[in-house]
């Protein structure tokens, strides 16, 4: 019973981690794309 909690604490962390990267990801590049939007007016 640990054991599982333990593995599904794992995976939490995970998939936590992987959407936080992906979040930051895509907000790094709309600011890239508001910014060369800025750059061509």
Do not use: G, P
């Not at 599904?8 to 600011?31: D, E, G, L």
Request: hydrophobic content about 50%.
């Amino acid at each position: 019973m640990i054991k599982i909690l333990l593995l599904c604490a794992n995976i939490m962390k995970k998939s936590i981690k992987n959407i936080i990267k992906t979040c930051f990801f895509s907000f790094k590049k709309v600011q890239y794309i508001l910014s060369d939007n800025k750059i061509i007016k």
